[in-house]
């Protein structure tokens, strides 16, 4: 049990490296059996049980910034890292009381009413990265930092670069979506993949998955992990991997 009270994470021990040119990075999902990420309506949330969510809500306490594709706006995606309690564990840690909550956009067609832009649920400012082709709304812009990597599109290694050089992230957790999950691991950015299996099956025919590319990897390239560690918490099964192709920390 953590020292505020509420029953500590899977993942409270965690000791991570630290990036210098990028951040060391990691990706944290939750599926169900049969391997869905979420439900086909907001009826089926959470997908998974009180240890999960607990640990999911804690596994920020080390890393210096989250990261969001915009898909997952308007998801329950805040998860509580704001709670006193927290903050108090994130600055015994050393860290900033929040972490930075990053969204990358290539279109900047954001809501600035979500919930993640409200002080009321966020208590700093969220940065919103878009491309220099974006259009972003004042009203965006009158609620969130925003920050243009890339020309046509997101240059998301650019980004880790910008986020290590100029606001001292050197861990960061990347929480979907799926997209935004495959094209980290393409671009060799993410050092880490955890993963919670949660003893439920959906049966949807289409489920969205963890990682999700605009076409399957060749057979001959995909993406290899190796296991580091499993973790039983009740029914549900704490996986943690290491990606074996990550790009270069320094």
């Given at each position: 049990m953590?020292?505020g009270?509420?029953q500590g994470?899977?993942?409270d021990d965690?000791?991570?490296p ?7 990075t990691?990706i ?28 999911f809500?804690r596994?920020?306490?080390?890393f ?7 898909r997952?706006?308007?998801m329950?995606?805040?998860r ?8 108090r564990?994130?600055?015994?840690r050393g860290?900033y009381e929040?972490?930075?909550?990053v969204?990358?956009s290539?279109?900047?067609?954001l809501?600035?009413?979500d919930r ?6 966020y208590p700093i ?5 878009v ?12 609620v969130?930092e925003?920050v243009?990597?890339g020309n ?5 290694e650019?980004?880790?670069?910008y ?13 979907g979506?799926?997209i ?5 691991l393409a ?9 919670t299996?949660t ?12 990682v999700?590319?605009?076409?399957a990897?060749p057979s001959?390239q ?8 499993t973790?039983t918490?009740?029914d549900e099964v ?13």
């Amino acid at each position: 049990m953590s020292e505020g009270g509420e029953q500590g994470g899977v993942y409270d021990d965690l000791e991570l490296p630290s990036g210098t040119w990028r951040p060391y990075t990691a990706i944290q999902m939750v599926m169900t059996v049969d391997g869905a990420i979420k439900g086909p309506t907001d009826d089926y949330w959470p997908i998974s049980l009180e240890a999960d969510q607990r640990t999911f809500r804690r596994f920020r306490l080390h890393f210096d910034a989250v990261l969001h594709g915009a898909r997952t706006l308007g998801m329950r995606i805040d998860r509580y890292m704001w709670s006193e309690e927290l903050q108090r564990e994130r600055r015994r840690r050393g860290l900033y009381e929040t972490p930075l909550f990053v969204v990358v956009s290539n279109s900047g067609r954001l809501d600035p009413k979500d919930r993640v832009f409200q002080r009321r649920s966020y208590p700093i400012e969220p940065m919103v990265v878009v491309p220099e082709v974006a259009d972003v709304t004042a009203d965006l812009s009158a609620v969130a930092e925003i920050v243009r990597v890339g020309n046509e599109r997101l240059d998301l290694e650019a980004l880790m670069r910008y986020l290590a050089a100029e606001r001292e992230v050197r861990r960061l957790v990347c929480e979907g979506g799926p997209i935004l999950n495959f094209h980290m691991l393409a671009a060799g950015l993410v050092d880490e993949f955890f993963i919670t299996v949660t003893p439920s099956i959906i049966g949807e025919p289409r489920p969205r998955t963890a990682v999700e590319g605009p076409v399957a990897l060749p057979s001959d390239q995909l993406q290899q992990l190796e296991l580091v560690s499993t973790v039983t918490c009740g029914d549900e099964v704490f996986l943690r991997y290491r990606v074996l192709d990550a790009g270069p920390l320094a």
